[in-house]
Structures are given as structure tokens and as C-alpha cells.
């Protein structure tokens, strides 16, 4: 009994430790035993918690965030980055975070300040490691950026750290053990498993608390290193107003799906009787076993006034959404002419898989990290494809141009999230839709990509200088080769960068000469 009570105290410790920083601060990167989910595992953690850290402000802030690496434990990776996600970094191309693509990795007993404003963004983004598959042993947690002039802030009363939802996939296994699957949602950072190994199931879960007549403005953000969830408040409906960081014309919906780095801000009335009500996320059933036995794949959201226990809700979804109802909230048409094809730049993006040797490529070519960042072999002159590494796996793109990329989907390991750092993007043509919208389209930085049969077009404006990733946020399928890279308006990055700090340069030196994590390259 005493040992599981320590369990559950250890698993616990992201609630008594949680702490809110930004826009300036330190984020120590270290190994600690948790047991979010009763099972206790070695773990890699900002802050000492999961999720990690809050990081908080305001539109236009600029957000000095120290980066230090105390990682030590050799069954993990111990070199990192921190990428965060959604935020375009304009002219800090440096601080944006992908190993081998900004930046070399940070070594143990280092450090790095990420030093970037985010000028005319504000909304829901999130920050994880960027270094092989190191966020999935966790490493990752909310950022977001709250908007003095938000055009929604009349129609919700509470908007702060208790309506931050966040959505993971936990494994029992360390990243470098290769886990088949995830085996527990964590909701807030607590569930319940479907694993064998952990016999206990009333280890606690997430608690949401509302009070009845508010309006909540409750921040969903998808963690996930692989699974994407089916999101759903038992007897609550909710209204869309953002995605990733982009506001949206209000949508009524009561469920959505979130896709691994996808984010929604939605507005919920507590309007029903006081009691506990089911917060369910369902994954998709073949990535991660679906299914709410045992309180798995679920919080509580508890009213003010309801008793402590757990909820005996029911309900069926009537209004789940659908996307190609989302649209931009400023009637803003993507950039090029209205027909398929009618871009400056226009880019097939097609998938494969290849079971011989379990690798993706993107247009015949699987993408693997170069020895050189290719934010340093621009730097240093090479501008053109044929001098940057790696071969294949880079795409210029001319500066003020549009740019379309028809991506077809691909049913082996998908449905594919696709992330594009730099950049948010217009949907012009949802997967599961024929229709294309040329008018007021959502506007975001990840998408489903769906299956064999499906095909996704975005489009958007080079005006951000720099090599950007663009990658499947499948974190495992990154490693196994799904991503390529935008070199855009490469003769025009290092004028368009502002100066780069010394300590940029001595990142890969450092990591050259004690790079920890040979073993597992």
C-alpha cells in the first residue's frame, strides 16, 4: 500500500510543482521518475513537471526563455532543443528550435536563451523538444499568448492556466526502447492505462473545475507524440473561436478531433446542473486502444457545489465538427489565383512507406538530419540545392511568392499531421472534402493530411526568411524520415535574421565534441 501511495505522489507532482512562467525565464531540462498514470518510469521534463511549465504572455511580447540542460540519465537521449510550435519566429530563424535544420542540439550542462517576440500573434501554441523523438519521453507543455484586444473576450469570463486541456499520449517504454503504441491518454498530465503492467485503475484522473452561469474560454492543445483524440464534454455543447493561434468565425460543435500539434480555443457555457461530467478524449482505435473502461481516455469536469466523485454521464455526439465549416475570422483568401495550381510555386507532396527497412520518404527521398544545421550551411553561403545538405530533402523558395503544396494522404501509420514551422497556412482543400474554398479559408499550422485516396492543398506567402521544416508531427515518423525543408529566400536569411547571439555559434562545436547520444544515431 505504502508503495503505491508513493506512486501516486510521484505521479501527482506536475499538480503540487506546476509552475507559470514567461515572458523571461529559465527552463531547466532534466530526468525524473513519474507515474502519471500509476506506472513509474524514468522521464525527461521541463521544469520538473508534466506537461511542463505554463509559459505566458501578451501579443507583441518579446520572450527570453533559458533553455538548461541538466539531462543525465544514458536510457534517454541527453542532448536537446526546444522548438516552439506555432510561433513563426520572424527574423529569429536561430531560436526557432529543430535540430540539424536551426540549430545543433544543446549539450548536458549547457545552456541556450531563445530570444524572439511574437509581434502580431497571440492564441494557443505549445513548446517540445525538437531533437530526434525526445518530447514523447516528455517534454513538452503550453504556451500561450493572450490578446489585450482579443475580438471573442466578450463572449467568455475565464481564460487563465485552469482552462489550459492538454492531450498526451504516454508509453511505458523510453523512446529508445521504440514503443509499439501508447498506452495511456494523459489528460492535464493524469490517466488511466490500458497496460498490463499497472493492475491499480483509480489512479486519479484530471479534474476541470467551472462554476454554473460562466463562460469558459477552455485552450485544447494536442501533445501528442502520435495519437489523435476524439474531444468531447458529456452534455456541454462548445463553440470554436481559434485554431493554432488563428482566430476563426465562432462554430457550434460538441466534439472535434485534435490532431498531434494541433490547438482549438473553444467557449463553453456552465450552463447544466450542478454535477461531474465526463471529459473524454478518444484516440483514433489504430493508433492507441479506444474505449472508457476504468475511467480511461478521461478528466472531470466538476462544478462548483457537485459532490467529489466520479462521473456516470453518458452522451453521443449529435454535432461533431466538420472542418471545412472553419473559417478565418477576417475573410482572408489565400495568396495566388483561385484554381487549383494558381500559385507562384506549386509543390506535389507525396508520401510512401517502405517495409523493408520501415522508412517514409517524401518525393522519393526519407529525410535524415544533416551533419551541418542548414540554418549554418545557408549562413555560410550556400544558397542553392545542389550545395545543401541534405541531398534531396531541401526545396527553395523564391521570396514574395505563393505557394501551393498538394499533399496526398497515406493510410500506412495515418492519418499524417502535417506541421509547417515559419509559417501558418491556408486549408483550400480539407482531405475529406472535394470542395475547395478560395474565400475565407481556415487559416492554421497543422493539418490532417488524411488517407490513400485523399488530397490536402494549402497555401501561403513567402515573407519570412529562412529554412523551415515541414514535417508529419507523428514525432516517430519525423525520425523515420517524413519531412522535407524550405529553404526560403535563402540569400536573403542572414539581412533578414536579427544578429545572432555568440552562444548560436558555439552550440555545435559543443555538441561535435560532446554529443551524448552516439549510441543511439
Known amino acids: 500500500m505504502l508503495g503505491n501511495l508513493l506512486v501516486f505522489a510521484v505521479g501527482l507532482s506536475w499538480i503540487v510543482n506546476a509552475v507559470t512562467i514567461g515572458p523571461t525565464g529559465r527552463l531547466v531540462i532534466n530526468n525524473k521518475r513519474i507515474a ?3 506506472f513509474l518510469r524514468p522521464s525527461t521534463l521541463a521544469g520538473d513537471t508534466f506537461p511542463g511549465p505554463v509559459i505566458v504572455g501578451k501579443k507583441g511580447d518579446r520572450f527570453s526563455i533559458n533553455v538548461t540542460n541538466h539531462l543525465t540519465d544514458p536510457s534517454m537521449y541527453r542532448a536537446t532543443t526546444v522548438h516552439w510550435h506555432g510561433v513563426f519566429q520572424n527574423g529569429t530563424n536561430w531560436a526557432d528550435g529543430g535540430a540539424m535544420v536551426s540549430q545543433c542540439p544543446i549539450v548536458q550542462n549547457s545552456s541556450f536563451l531563445y530570444d524572439f517576440q511574437v509581434f502580431d500573434q497571440a492564441g494557443t501554441f505549445w513548446y517540445h523538444s525538437h531533437y530526434s523523438v525526445q518530447y514523447c519521453d516528455g517534454l513538452r507543455g503550453a504556451f500561450i499568448v493572450y490578446d489585450p484586444q482579443d475580438p471573442y473576450k466578450h463572449l467568455y469570463d475565464v481564460d487563465d492556466e485552469s482552462t489550459i486541456i492538454t492531450l498526451a499520449d504516454w508509453y511505458h517504454l523510453v523512446t529508445v526502447q521504440h514503443p509499439a503504441q501508447p498506452v495511456t491518454t494523459l489528460i492535464n498530465g493524469l490517466g488511466r492505462t490500458s497496460a498490463m503492467d499497472v493492475n491499480n ?3 486519479p484522473l484530471a479534474v476541470v473545475n467551472v462554476t454554473k452561469g460562466k463562460r469558459y474560454r477552455f485552450r485544447i492543445i494536442g501533445l501528442s507524440c502520435d495519437s489523435p483524440y476524439n474531444f468531447t464534454i458529456h452534455h456541454h455543447n462548445f463553440t470554436i473561436i ?13 466534439s472535434l478531433w485534435v490532431y498531434a500539434g494541433q490547438r482549438y480555443s473553444v467557449i463553453m457555457n456552465a450552463d447544466q446542473p450542478i454535477n461531474n461530467y465526463w471529459i473524454r478524449a478518444d484516440p483514433l482505435s489504430t493508433r492507441q486502444k479506444a474505449g472508457f473502461d476504468s475511467g480511461r481516455n478521461s478528466a472531470i469536469l466538476r462544478y462548483a457545489g457537485a459532490p467529489t466523485e466520479e462521473p456516470t454521464t453518458h452522451a453521443i455526439s449529435k454535432h461533431p465538427l466538420n472542418e471545412v465549416d472553419l473559417h478565418n475570422r477576417n475573410q482572408k483568401k489565400p495568396p495566388g ?4 495550381g494558381g500559385a507562384d510555386i506549386v509543390i506535389p507532396i507525396r508520401q510512401r512507406y517502405h517495409d523493408n527497412n520501415q522508412t517514409f520518404d517524401i518525393n522519393n527521398v526519407t529525410f535524415r538530419p544533416p551533419t551541418v544545421p542548414v540554418l549554418l550551411q545557408i549562413l555560410n553561403g550556400a544558397f542553392d540545392i545542389d550545395h545543401l545538405m541534405p541531398k534531396g530533402s531541401i526545396y ?5 511568392s505563393s505557394v501551393e503544396l498538394q499533399i496526398y494522404g497515406l493510410s500506412r501509420g495515418g492519418p499524417h499531421p502535417y506541421h ?3 509559417h501558418a497556412f491556408y486549408v483550400v482543400k480539407e482531405p475529406y472534402s472535394n470542395m475547395f474554398n478560395w474565400v475565407n479559408p481556415v487559416y492554421r499550422d497543422t493539418i490532417n493530411t488524411g488517407l490513400d485516396s485523399n488530397l490536402t492543398v494549402i497555401r501561403f506567402f513567402t515573407d519570412n526568411s529562412g529554412p523551415w521544416f515541414l514535417h508529419c508531427h507523428i514525432d516517430w515518423h519525423i525520425d523515420m524520415g517524413l519531412g522535407i525543408v524550405f529553404a526560403e529566400d535563402p540569400e536573403g536569411t542572414k539581412a533578414h535574421n536579427k544578429p545572432i547571439p555568440p552562444a548560436f555559434d558555439k552550440l555545435c562545436p559543443d555538441y561535435e565534441a560532446h554529443n551524448p547520444d552516439k549510441a543511439y544515431e
Open 242 to 254: 481559434e485554431t493554432d493561434g488563428e482566430y476563426t468565425t465562432p462554430l457550434d460543435v460538441d
Open 36 to 38: 502519471p498514470d500509476g
Open 396 to 400: 527553395k523558395l523564391k521570396a514574395n
Open 337 to 340: 489565383e483561385p484554381r487549383l
Open 420 to 422: 509547417l514551422h515559419g
Open 201 to 203: 485503475t483509480s489512479t
